[in-house]
């Protein structure tokens, strides 16, 4: 089982960066495949971008693409989101979730574990 904790949201303006990061708590965190996901307000949650348990594969939607970046650290437990030329669109809680699988998975059921969510706000 892993404990998921995400960090480092905030307001930033338009064409701002903005690094998330998600910190695990379990030995296995190696074997996850994690995801990050954002719900933004009256929408429904939606992925942003993933990568498997080795870091090799990663995915992204197109709205974030040539933007944004999703790293993994496993010696330290995180898996990190980098953000950058933001646009008020962007706006929304972002969650980090593991699934299991290891496996590289775009589905938001396929996830087992979620963390709290944090709030990026992009004004323009």
């Known amino acids: 089982q892993v404990q998921l904790v995400e960090s480092g949201g905030g307001l930033v303006q338009a064409g701002g960066s903005l690094r998330l990061s998600c910190a695990a708590s379990?030995?296995?965190?190696?074997?996850?495949?994690i995801g990050w996901f954002r719900q933004a307000p009256g929408k429904e949650r939606e992925l942003v971008a993933a990568i498997n348990w080795s870091g090799v594969s990663t995915y992204y939607v197109d709205f974030v693409k040539g933007r944004f970046t999703i790293s993994r650290d496993d010696a330290k437990n995180t898996a990190d989101l980098q953000m950058n030329s933001l646009k008020p669109e962007d706006t929304a809680e972002y969650y980090c979730a593991a699934t299991q699988s290891g496996v590289l998975l775009t589905s938001l059921g396929q996830y087992n574990y979620w963390g709290q969510g944090t709030r990026v706000t992009v004004s323009s």
């Open positions: 379990g030995r296995t965190f190696s074997r996850y495949a």
